[in-house]
């Protein structure tokens, strides 16, 4: 199968499996705690000018959207999941919600802020910079993006690596999808009941860029990583829009 193709596979049944379990959340899913993302996006909160507005990137059912309102800022949620974004329409009324995967972002300096949190582990190689742009793009002068990129470790990568080049797939390293399908034909087969998380993460295609490819994308998006640093199993990411 060409890569393109695949990727779009991989795209596809991640958006089907996001609205299969949807109804799960703040039912079964959503009350987390997360200590460090909270760090972060209070510093984010903090660094967003009062009142601004911000975008919510892959948002989700709106996991982290009231603690933006609460703050005082109107909210734009976008997701690529129908499903999702109907829990999070019936959470938070207030906030103008659109299907919209964030490689089809089209905004052009309408936010003060931008957050992603964790959903980029879900972008392929092919994307990353693209949305990295695609973010630098959507801030006004001096904006602040926030955004999570998941850790693994990279034993991990090369074991799902080796066995996902033995299964013929089209893989470059990083990338974790050698489970995919078998997982992903499970899941479909139970409906929208509770999985265990392991089963439910090998149905969804994951990359794993390392901090140094990160942080050169991030400069080549034209944004300047103010800030940096690791918890609650992820990498967390601050940076500016630089000027022009």
Not at 19 to 24: C, G, N, Y
Not at 55 to 73: E, I, P, Q, V, W
Not at 156 to 184: I, M, N, T
Request: charged share 25%.
């Amino acid at each position: 199968m060409e890569r393109a193709d695949w990727l779009k596979q991989m795209r596809s049944k991640a958006e089907a499996l996001y609205d299969q379990f949807s109804p799960l959340y703040w039912v079964t899913y959503g009350f987390y705690e997360n200590e460090t993302h909270m760090e972060y996006l209070q510093k984010f909160l903090e660094r967003v000018a009062p009142g601004g507005a911000v975008l919510s990137a892959g948002c989700g059912a709106g996991r982290y959207d009231g603690f933006l309102l609460d703050a005082g800022h109107p909210v734009t949620g976008i997701d690529q999941s129908a499903g999702m974004l109907a829990r999070a329409k019936e959470h938070f009324t207030q906030i103008r919600y659109e299907k919209m995967g964030m490689q089809e972002m089209t905004f052009s300096e309408a936010f003060e802020g931008v957050i992603c949190m964790d959903a980029m582990e879900h972008i392929s190689p092919e994307d990353y910079a693209y949305i990295l742009r695609k973010f630098q793009q959507a801030l006004k002068p001096g904006g602040r993006l926030y955004f999570t990129m998941d850790s693994t470790p990279s034993v991990e990568l090369e074991a799902s690596y080796e066995r996902a080049k033995a299964l013929g797939l089209p893989v470059v390293f990083g990338e974790v999808a050698d489970r995919v399908d078998v997982s992903y034909e499970q899941l479909r087969a139970l409906g929208p009941v509770p999985v265990p998380d392991d089963l439910g993460d090998s149905a969804v295609y994951h990359f794993y860029p390392s901090l140094d490819q990160a942080r050169a994308w991030i400069d080549q998006a034209g944004l300047a990583l103010e800030e940096e640093g690791e918890g609650g199993g992820y990498h967390h990411f601050m940076a500016r829009k630089k000027e022009e």
